[in-house]
């Protein structure tokens, strides 16, 4: 699979291997059906997986005599702890019976719910959810505005915040001068990055009117989006026709692989999360690995990870206040010192701790 869940989960299986437990992965060999699909594809290009990891691709998520059969084969594992990614609840049905059937064997559960109330809502979504919730004996959150919303569904103390690890799959910092070379980038630019898969709630619309500001302009500042859009492209085109920003915006609309995504991040100056809603973003994580600065939207947990004025900024979502801050960073030159700061603040999201976090509330189940 590729994305950002799929690699975080291969990281935390090569933590959890490196810290001496046997550790395999259940994936699925159906994920989403075509038609609830909005990409190109759910899987790498080069269809590779990870060395040393084991990855079973055996669950459809939309085949209840396949979930009887996952579960029975989980069972023989005689697994002591079965740890579970929840994102959207159309996964609900799925990972609930799943689960309810593996637990059989005596093995704990605990859930990492990167969402419990979804950014985009359906009808189904609380009852899919709570399904899912109640068979589970504990729950991660990696925001506090997922902590509150998991206390709408459960009442527990059997649940733990643990900070998002970084991503550190995607190989080291780059030369910025030889990065924007490869992606064919002026070296002298001043450029910001907008990363990862395009919706509606990510407000890159918001980002299109703060390089509307003629000051912008005026600096010569230009907007680098990088990702697959997942809703309809010529709505932000037409803005950019709208504010004559042909020029200043630099579309690499395609899914970024994970080969490519360090020439990304090291040929910026800067990285923009114009969310207008969000839990956590594990975008953040990648600026982290990268130690590049960071624009945030007030939103979810974005700001409980970026702290103001000191590895980038948190900003209103408002075109306005975006486009003081990206003044304020070039005007400033607050480039190193960010980068200094983003350094010394990832110590506290290494891998190691938050296995230690996960172990901490196993020991409590």
């Known amino acids: 699979?590729?994305?950002?869940?799929?690699?975080?989960?291969?990281?935390?299986?090569?933590?959890?291997l490196t810290d001496g437990h046997q550790t395999e992965i259940i994936s699925y060999s159906l994920q989403y059906p075509s038609f609830l699909f909005p990409g190109s594809s759910q899987y790498e290009?080069?269809?590779?997986?990870?060395?040393?990891?084991?990855?079973h691709t055996i669950l459809n998520s939309i085949n209840p005599l396949n979930w009887f059969r996952v579960a029975k084969f989980?069972?023989?594992?005689?697994?002591?702890?079965?740890?579970?990614?929840?994102?959207?609840?159309?996964?609900g049905p799925s990972l609930g019976t799943v689960l309810r059937h593996s637990k059989?064997?005596?093995?704990?559960?605990?859930?990492?719910?990167?969402?419990?109330?979804?950014?985009?809502?359906?009808?189904?979504?609380?009852?899919?959810?709570s399904y899912f919730l109640k068979s589970c004996h504990g729950y991660v959150t990696m925001s506090k505005a997922v902590m509150q919303d998991l206390d709408v569904f459960v009442n527990t103390n059997k649940k733990k915040f643990l900070l998002h690890p970084l991503y550190t799959s995607f190989g080291?910092?780059?030369?910025?001068?030889?990065?924007?070379?490869?992606?064919?980038?002026?070296?002298?630019?001043?450029?910001?990055?907008?990363?990862?898969?395009?919706?509606?709630?990510?407000?890159?619309?918001l980002l299109l009117e703060?390089?509307?500001?003629?000051?912008?302009?005026?600096?010569?500042?230009?907007?680098?989006?990088?990702?697959e859009f997942y809703e309809d492209k010529t709505i932000y085109e037409e803005l950019m026709r709208k504010h004559q920003l042909e020029d200043a915006v630099i579309l690499h609309s395609r899914f970024i692989p994970n080969e490519e995504v360090r020439y990304y991040f090291s040929a910026a100056d800067l990285l923009t999360l114009t969310y207008r809603n969000a839990t956590q973003?594990?975008?953040?994580?990648?600026?982290?690995?990268?130690?590049?600065p960071v624009i945030v939207t007030d939103v979810g947990g974005l700001s409980e990870i970026i702290p103001?004025?000191?590895?980038?900024?948190v900003v209103t979502p408002d075109a306005l206040s975006i486009a003081n801050r990206i003044l304020d960073f070039y005007s400033e030159k607050k480039e190193v010192e960010f980068s200094l700061a983003m350094a010394e603040e990832k110590k506290k999201y290494e891998w190691p701790v938050f296995v230690s976090g996960l172990l901490n509330l196993y020991s409590r189940l």
């Open 172 to 205: 080291p910092r780059m030369d910025k001068g030889k990065s924007r070379e490869f992606l064919g980038l002026p070296k002298e630019d001043k450029i910001i990055l907008f990363f990862g898969l395009i919706r509606h709630y990510k407000g890159l619309d």
């Open 210 to 227: 703060a390089m509307a500001d003629e000051r912008i302009k005026n600096q010569n500042i230009k907007l680098l989006v990088a990702g």
């Open 74 to 91: 989980i069972r023989g594992f005689k697994p002591d702890l079965i740890v579970v990614r929840f994102w959207i609840p159309f996964m």
């Open 281 to 292: 973003s594990g975008v953040t994580q990648v600026a982290f690995h990268f130690e590049k």
């Open 45 to 55: 290009v080069n269809g590779k997986p990870p060395e040393g990891i084991t990855i």
């Open 104 to 129: 059989k064997c005596g093995a704990k559960i605990i859930a990492i719910c990167d969402n419990v109330i979804p950014h985009e809502k359906r009808v189904g979504d609380r009852q899919f959810t």
């Open 1 to 16: 699979m590729r994305g950002g869940l799929a690699t975080f989960d291969e990281l935390l299986c090569r933590a959890f």
């Open 308 to 313: 103001d004025g000191k590895c980038g900024y």
